[in-house]
């Protein structure tokens, strides 16, 4: 199969980011994909520099410019390198230049990739009428697009995530002591409700003395979490760790991750815990009903379902052997539905695809 | 006591039994004596209700809601109930200075037109020490501005309730709290009382202390504030914008509502929808109207349409803004380039005395020895300093 010519855009280069991840495979697979981003966001993130993309001429920096600079930088690079599809990857500053683009080439293809409701959809329904695919991570956000879309049909494609189920992998011994480890892990932020778990480990510590809870990550609300917790009054049993290199370090810490989101779309939380062996428990919001059957890789409760999780947590901690198959079955899972090797197929199939190629 | 005291001031009370005798206490020290307080308690579960009925002061008047109304709700309920000439606002967990109420009759007196009179605020935690974030909240309120003018309330309210004092017959003119709003019904009733031609003063002394909880109901729900601040704008201040010919007034509400983080966070046609509101001429008659308006989609579709033009025009994608962003940035990095290259000039500049120096000196000791040789070390190390 022939694979289409891409360009990427992105509003800045993050080390880890999903998106960068998927390319670089893809390009492995042969895929001529050019990124082309707007600015500088290593106050916040880590950067990647991104030097194997750079070292063929497959990255272009648009940092500093004017839109009409930007403008004619893509424009030509659209044309000499016959690009058949440009990906909108949350590059806020160029929403507004595609329609232009469109104009000018029409065969260009224009695909833009959301992960959730929130953020870039005011720009993307603004500008929907140029955009030729709305990939999305799951049915939640595909049935949210034909929802807020003016466009009768808009043409929704839904691609799984997935993660690296070989990085990921479940930890050789379990984690030491006692009581039943619970926790949360993640971005320290009010969407994903740290505050949340931190409420629920208060009310859940004086139900039962034998769960111990931890908090991994950082964030926005790093500080006010830090807070939080050592004016919880039960400091000897909620610790906070702040922030860890990689997810799995924190999770092999754990014997239940908690996600307790306000609203989210596909948490690769999720099926890095299950990677690992770790059943969760989430809020059923967004795209997550979709990641967790219940009773199978983890259980869909809200964190202020008190009496519940109470009771599910108690019934692992009776029964060792509830929890082991619970786990066994977690890995289970994200083999036969996380796999990264799937998603990247998938991606380079809805790619060429879009492409019309 | 009188029945119609100079000064009604308006304690609301919902479980603060920590802190509402310190406030009641705060009123009885104060230097103008002609007052009556009027509580009312939104049923409190704490032992609010007791400590206020423990101050045997006749001029204290108790009203206890039967149910929880809200803070909008009970504010009305007290200001229906005040029989003062000026009402003053103390919410239960504050305190003021004695001679708060003084200096602010004094500023009427000087100024007969004044009907809005707020103060400085400081700023304290739960446990009356100085929050450590006093500083930067604090500048919110006590800075100079005029509040007379439209753009001083753009997106923003820089009068904190507890510190005012309000004329009554002012505040019958402009009416009350709408019931329906959360976050921002006091920010409403001074945009209305601008509209409604109201004049507006400051004292620049922190006369009132209140008090920053860590859960304000401010900013537990960012998107109820948008909405309530948006709705205010639109109902109050565009029409007296549009009445004033601030035109360019009219665009910066826009431009706050669009440019808001948590607009995103709407469902997509409303934030246009909201927007569309904003621009168009017809205020809303309520709050409710308001979000009938927003959420009704087959309600005058086009405003979903204007909306997401308005958006394109001065959202924070539009070419405009993402210039200036660019000028901010291209200016900053040219005042660092000036700056080091300045710093660069006054080293090489010091460089070159200092050798110079050296230099006359060794000329002078050579002179002085008679010899003819030249300095060739001193000369060759002042090329290589200034061609570093």
Not at chain 2, 21 to 36: A, H, N, W, Y
Not at chain 2, 92 to 118: F, S, T, Y
Not at chain 2, 245 to 259: D, E, F, G, Q, Y
Not at chain 2, 337 to 349: H, L, Q, T
Request: charged share 25%; aromatic share 8%; glycine share 6%.
């Amino acid at each position: 199969m022939n694979s289409p010519r891409i360009l990427a855009l992105l509003p800045f280069l993050v080390k880890g980011a999903l998106s960068i991840a998927i390319f670089r495979a893809l390009r492995a697979r042969g895929v001529d994909i050019t990124v082309a981003y707007c600015g500088d966001a290593s106050a916040d993130y880590e950067p990647d520099a991104l030097e194997d993309f750079a070292s063929t001429g497959h990255l272009l920096n648009l940092s500093g410019m004017s839109s009409v600079t930007r403008f004619d930088l893509v424009q030509e690079l659209l044309v000499d390198r016959k690009i058949d599809l440009v990906l909108q990857v949350g590059a806020t500053q160029l929403y507004h230049l595609l329609p232009y683009w469109k104009e000018r080439l029409p065969a260009l293809r224009i695909a833009d990739i959301l992960y959730n409701e929130i953020g870039h959809t005011l720009n993307h329904f603004l500008y929907e009428g140029c955009f030729d695919a709305v990939i999305v991570e799951s049915d939640f956000m595909g049935d949210f697009i034909r929802r807020s879309s003016r466009r009768p049909d808009p043409p929704v494609v839904v691609v799984r995530s997935g993660v690296d189920v070989d990085d990921f992998f479940p930890a050789a011994t379990p984690p030491s002591g006692a009581g039943l480890k619970v926790g949360y892990v993640g971005r320290m932020s009010g969407e994903k409700n740290p505050v949340g778990f931190i409420e629920l480990a208060r009310r859940l510590a004086s139900l039962n003395p034998g769960l111990d809870f931890d908090m991994f990550g950082t964030g926005p609300d790093a500080a006010m979490v830090k807070e939080r917790v050592a004016t919880s009054g039960i400091t000897d049993r909620l610790r906070y760790h702040g922030f860890v290199e990689h997810a799995k370090e924190a999770l092999h810490q754990l014997d239940v991750l908690i996600l307790p989101s306000k609203f989210d779309g596909r948490p690769v939380l999720v099926m890095e815990a299950n990677a690992c062996g770790i059943p969760v428990i989430a809020a059923p919001v967004g795209g997550i009903p979709e990641l967790v059957a219940d009773g199978v890789n983890g259980f869909l409760m809200h964190s202020t379902e008190t009496e519940r999780i109470h009771g599910l947590l108690s019934r692992l901690q009776e029964q060792p052997q509830a929890l082991d198959a619970l786990k066994t079955a977690a890995r289970a899972h994200a083999l036969a539905h996380f796999s990264r090797e799937k998603m990247i197929e998938a991606y380079g199939a809805a790619f060429a695809k879009v492409a019309l190629i | 006591m009188s029945k119609s005291p100079l000064l009604s001031y308006i304690v609301l009370s919902y479980n603060y039994e920590r802190y509402i005798g310190k406030t009641l206490r705060s009123i009885l020290d104060q230097t103008v004596q002609d007052f009556e307080i009027v509580v009312v308690d939104d049923g409190s579960v704490d032992n609010s209700v007791a400590i206020v009925s423990s101050f045997e002061d006749p001029r204290i008047r108790l009203f206890v809601n039967e149910k929880n109304l809200g803070g909008a709700a009970s504010y009305n309920r007290a200001v229906q109930e005040a029989r003062g000439e000026w009402l003053v606002n103390l919410d239960a967990d504050d305190w003021v200075d004695p001679r708060k109420a003084e200096i602010q009759l004094e500023a009427a007196a000087r100024n007969p037109q004044l009907d809005v009179i707020g103060t400085y605020v400081a700023i304290y935690d739960e446990n009356d020490n100085r929050h450590p974030s006093a500083d930067a909240m604090e500048a919110g309120y006590n800075q100079p501005r005029d509040l007379n003018l439209v753009d001083t309330w753009i997106g923003a309210n820089h009068l904190c309730r507890s510190s005012t004092m309000v004329r009554a017959s002012a505040h019958q003119r402009i009416g009350l709290d709408d019931p329906l709003m959360v976050r921002a019904p006091d920010y409403e009733l001074w945009t209305r009382a601008l509209q409604h031609g109201c004049k507006f003063a400051i004292i620049p002394q922190p006369l009132t202390s209140i008090r920053a909880h860590s859960r304000g109901v401010t900013h537990g729900d960012p998107v109820g504030t948008l909405l309530e601040v948006s709705y205010a704008m639109q109902r109050n201040l565009v029409p007296l914008a549009e009445a004033r010919s601030l035109l360019p007034s009219i665009t910066r509400m826009v431009a706050w509502t669009c440019r808001h983080p948590s607009l995103s966070q709407l469902p997509p046609l409303q934030a246009h929808r909201l927007i569309g509101v904003m621009m168009q001429s017809t205020a809303a008659s309520d709050f409710q109207h308001f979000r009938a308006m927003l959420g009704n989609y087959s309600d005058h579709p086009e405003l979903a349409e204007i909306g997401r033009r308005s958006f394109a025009f001065v959202g924070p994608g539009a070419d405009a803004y993402q210039d200036v962003d660019k000028l901010h940035s291209d200016i900053r990095a040219y005042i660092e380039a000036r700056d080091y290259f300045k710093g660069e000039c006054e080293n090489w500049e010091r460089a070159y005395r200092s050798l110079q120096a050296e230099h006359q000196a060794l000329n002078d000791a050579l002179a002085s020895r008679g010899s003819p040789s030249f300095p060739r070390r001193a000369w060759s190390r002042l090329v290589r300093t200034l061609t570093k």
